[in-house]
């Protein structure tokens, strides 16, 4: 029997073995990583809202009123009144007519894609789109074309030359999780009229985060209403787990008939939907409103000073700011060296993302302080002219 072994050692050899790093205590500014404390830079808290006390009094209340499990799939016994308080909620908070809860972003795009999309359909997919839209993508059998990332002329050609029998949808993220920047959302809004296609944006790392009331990419551009199909996750800049998605009520209903990962998962459970409904409601609050314009500022300030400093953030516009650095190996030097400063930023390598443009990814959280940013970028400054980077 195969032990795996030689492919493990390939791995190591390749510098893309992988193994994980245990956080003891919250998600944090500040962690406790190996008996030490470090800046936590590689969270997709963005808010800062999972150890929120409105979230987590939230889920004690629930636990105690509803147990720890919905008990099974929504289908069988598993809907709960939370299940739809929070999806009512984030239908208001989105402007659409309905939503629906899935377990996680990848069971949501893995679910979501395969049920509205099949054989005689054609998918058009941003090339640095989520793995998760890929699988989902594959699953459904359709016709798959990835266009050049962010390239609304090449789109453009795709659409007219290729002959489609059934349904087109243009799919891409709102925000791009490896790179930072933003889609083009007015113009494939334009696309999707022009050519009667189904619009489905990705905004896991918008939701909560982008936006003037923080209701994502959709509505910095204002294209809300040109989007058909609005994803986004619950665990990212609103600080709990899993993951939605809202349109119209046909849509939604379906979605409940058809998409495998929701029909055959146990539903989130009662502590989540809580946590997850509290977060929507401190989203769009003026105390959110604050929460955007610290993590705003701190973007702002640790972008500019990479910049200053040399580092290239490949087009970065939001809180994710990666800095290139090409192969895997030096990224995973850096990112060692950054630690033992007590720096935690990873660093990203294939299959995440394509080979020789490797990179730290550091992401910001509103809950940041100035003086520890500017320790950061002191620091990365100083390994990377030590590694020859800058």
Known sequence: MNDFREELDALRQQGLFRSMR???GPQAGRVILDAREVLLLCSNNYLGLADHPLLKEAAICAIERYGVSSGASRLVSGTMELHEALEARLAAFKGTESALVFNSGYAANTGIIPALIGKGDVIFSDRLNHASIVDGALLSRAKFIRYPHK???ALRRLLAETDVAGRRLIITDGVFS?????????ELAALKREYGALFMVDDAHG??????TGRGSAELCGIMDAVDVQMGTLGKGLGSCGAYVAGSRDLIELLVNRARSFIFSTSLPPAVLAASLAAVDLVDSPAGADLRRQLARNTSLFRDSLHAAGFNTMGSETQ???????EAEPAMEFSRRLLAEGFFVQGIRPPTVPAGSCRLRCTLMAT???????RAVTAISRVGKEMGGT
């Open 320 to 326: 994710i700011v990666p800095i290139f650095v090409g």
């Open 368 to 374: 940041h302080g100035q003086d520890d940013l500017e």
């Open 151 to 153: 390239d609304m002329a």
């Open 22 to 24: 245990v956080i003891d």
């Open 207 to 212: 939701t909560g985060v982008i936006g003037p």
């Open 178 to 186: 490896m790179d930072g920047d933003l889609a083009p959302l007015a």
